[in-house]
T-cell receptor, first 113, second 114 residues
Framework: SQTIHQWPATLVQPVGSPLSLECTVE??????LYWYRQAAGRGLQLLFY??????ISSEVPQNLSASRPQDRQFILSSKKLLLSDSGFYLC????????????FGSGTRLTVV | EDKVVQSPLSLVVHEGDTVTLNCSYE??????LLWYKQEKKAPTFLFML????IEKKSGRLSSILDKKELFSILNITATQTGDSAVYLC??????????????FGKGTHLIIQP
């Protein structure tokens, strides 16, 4: 079964600072990978998805970017954080067996101050 | 724009009660509907539904999909305090780029009181 490692678990960053969140996947190869954000009072919102190495698509215009340098590594970045970037960020993976649904990482709680 | 609406947004019941959580959706090119349980961090997978009228069961939890009326329900019988969580409904749609991303509802925050 798939396992997703996501870190850090909690992060407090000042406005204007850079960001790098990392996610690695075990137990599958060539998965679809996703970054979601859960803001207070809102549902999970899809930010980026990737169907392969260096193949990234953005779902919403924003201050963030994503990269996939290796098959099972997905990185969320920002050059300069905004207050509105605060939220709970989840990495997710969809393996070959679609019937097993998506596997989520444990999330990163980002607070921009 | 794809939309998923869950109701109620929050629910407080006593241990042993039965609860029904609702999820309605408007999605182009519907592929599947998924239910997740989120306690503190990572949502954990409960069910994936693709066909109308076929109930899926796992212990005290069950779910069914109505593709004509565009909704799903999640039932929990004989609730226990460990069932307290946010229950997320998400819908997946076919997309040409192969993204298979999900559209989530806001969740139902369920609290089971002893």
């Amino acid at each position: 079964s798939q396992t997703i490692h996501q870190w850090p678990a909690t992060l407090v960053q000042p406005v204007g600072s850079p960001l790098s969140l990392e996610c690695t996947v075990e137990g599958t190869s060539n998965p679809n990978l996703y970054w979601y954000r859960q803001a207070a009072g809102r549902g999970l919102q899809l930010l980026f998805y990737s169907i392969g190495i260096d193949q990234i698509s953005s779902e919403v215009p924003q201050n963030l970017s994503a990269s996939r340098p290796q098959d099972r590594q997905f990185i969320l970045s920002s050059k300069k954080l905004l207050l509105s970037d605060s939220g709970f960020y989840l990495c997710a993976s969809l393996g070959r067996d679609r019937a097993r649904g998506y596997t989520f990482g444990s999330g990163t709680r980002l607070t921009v101050v | 724009e794809d939309k998923v609406v869950q109701s109620p947004l929050s629910l407080v019941v006593h241990e042993g009660d039965t609860v029904t959580l609702n999820c309605s959706y408007e999605v182009t090119n519907f592929r599947s509907l998924l239910w997740y349980k989120q306690e503190k961090k990572a949502p954990t997978f409960l069910f994936m539904l693709t066909s109308s009228g076929i109930e899926k069961k796992s212990g005290r939890l069950s779910s069914i999909l109505d593709k004509k009326e565009l909704f799903s329900i999640l039932n929990i019988t004989a609730t226990q305090t460990g069932d307290s969580a946010v229950y997320l409904c998400a819908v997946g749609a076919y997309s040409g780029g192969g993204a298979d991303g999900l559209t989530f509802g806001k969740g139902t925050h369920l609290i089971i009181q002893p």
